[in-house]
């Protein structure tokens, strides 16, 4: 090697040591936190509105809109409180160098659940500075390490349930690869004990406690042998505790293509994936429901949680002066999550089922995007008129 090939890797292993040191001390950190926030113990829920960029604020605006129409009681009385932060979009994030801004991390931990609008993340030739992905940055930051994406379809026979680790695989450190020289480029996959055993153990739980009867395991471990490995052998350990429950292996690989065959999809009901996995498996799943723009995310941790559309901030769409036409479908679909995360599970299945009679069934008003179909107030509109029909 040259003497400037031996001084840049001198460079990486030392940027490598240091970035496995901050690992550790995470992995330490996460075994720290034991108890899960308990929702009716508390005298106020703080909801946070933070509408992030592109359509994001239009989307979220209004499932808030939606959200104090449901919980309008809760709210007179003192239990439940919006907290609207702002600070989320490229602008603000680029002009302080930041994925959360340091004021704008402050006033989410002030919040117990948060209902968050897509954010632009830079990618390589944008004329932004490569900061972080502001929703990797918020499950790191508060440790939101399981991302849960249901997806139903009942006249094709699907009902799954993804638990997608949230907070590791290559998402963890996907900031911090090396180019070592122009020839030579790495980055890094991270998977911890205890990363891996809550993950597992989460949708284990889920399973046991709505009678889907299967977890289904998926990794690369015949390739990704460490990493992938770990995630495999631990989930496994998980399900030998829950004996009435069938656990099956995959690989990611041929997941998808399963997930397209008519007879073998029904097969499956939840799903347990390390992270990159369950960010592209999830939103192949949601094309069966109508589309990323029908599906809702939830992210769950001990002390937060966070709720989320799927689908990206849509920047195009504000370019060309087509906000108000955004489709709010995803934002309220996680509004479902989040109302039955908190405990009001008679509010989310009432806003679940008008959500299917306005988006499959009745279809009195259709988003498409554009003037051709209604703006996004409308739709809740609609929504919030079949939610008073339905509960007369």
């Given at each position: 090697m040259t003497v400037l090939e031996n001084k840049a890797l001198d460079e990486a292993v030392a940027k490598f040591r240091e970035?496995?040191?901050?690992?550790?001390?995470?992995?330490?950190?996460?075994?720290?936190d034991k108890e899960f926030t308990d929702y009716d113990a508390l005298d106020t829920i703080v909801i946070g509105i933070c509408g992030g960029d592109g359509i994001g604020p239009v989307i979220t605006k209004e499932s808030e809109r939606v959200l104090a129409?449901?919980?309008?009681?809760?709210?007179?009385?003192?239990?439940?409180?919006?907290?609207?932060?702002?600070?989320l979009t490229i602008e603000n994030r680029a002009a302080c160098n930041k994925a959360i801004p340091d004021d704008v991390l402050a006033e989410l931990k002030k919040c117990h659940v948060i209902l968050k609008g897509p954010t632009t993340t830079p990618r390589q030739g944008d004329p932004w500075p490569n900061v972080e992905s502001a929703n990797v940055a918020m499950r790191k930051e508060l440790d939101l390490f399981?991302?849960?994406?249901?997806?139903?379809?009942?006249e094709e026979g699907i009902d799954w349930t993804f638990f997608r680790e949230?907070?590791?695989?290559?998402?963890?450190?996907?900031?911090?690869?090396?180019n070592i020289t122009d020839d030579l480029a790495v980055d890094f996959t991270v998977a911890t004990q205890e990363g891996c055993e809550r993950i597992a153990r989460l949708a284990y739980d889920y399973a046991k406690r709505n009678n889907k009867g299967k977890v289904s395991i998926i990794t690369k471990a015949n390739i990704i042998k460490t990493t992938d490995g770990k995630f495999l052998k631990t989930a496994q350990k998980i399900g030998e505790e829950y004996p009435d429950i069938v656990?099956?292996?995959?690989?990611?690989?041929?997941?998808t293509a399963k997930l397209i065959d008519p007879m073998r999809r029904k097969d499956f009901k939840v799903f347990v994936l390390p992270n990159l996995y369950g960010d592209i498996i999830t939103d192949e799943a949601?094309?069966?429901?109508?589309?990323?723009?029908?599906?809702?995310s939830a992210n769950i941790g001990k002390r937060y949680a966070m709720f989320e559309a799927i689908h990206g901030s849509a920047p195009r769409m504000i370019k060309e002066g087509r906000g108000q036409y955004a489709d709010p479908c995803s934002m309220l679909r996680a509004s479902v999550m989040l109302l039955s995360h908190i405990g009001y599970q008679k509010?989310?299945?009432?806003?679940?089922?008008a959500l299917d009679k306005c988006m499959f069934e009745e279809k009195k008003l259709t988003i498409?995007?554009?003037?051709?179909?209604?703006t996004c107030s409308e739709f809740g509109d609609y929504v919030m008129e079949t939610i008073t029909q339905m509960t007369k």
């Open positions: 970035l496995m040191e901050t690992q550790l001390a995470r992995a330490k950190k996460i075994k720290e129409f449901l919980l309008k009681d809760e709210v007179a009385r003192g239990k439940v409180t919006f907290k609207e932060i702002d600070g399981a991302n849960m994406r249901p997806v139903k379809v009942p949230n907070t590791e695989g290559g998402y963890a450190v996907g900031s911090h690869g090396v656990t099956d292996d995959w690989y990611v690989d041929i997941t949601a094309e069966f429901q109508g589309g990323v723009g029908t599906a809702g509010e989310a299945d009432a806003l679940e089922a498409t995007g554009r003037d051709t179909g209604c």
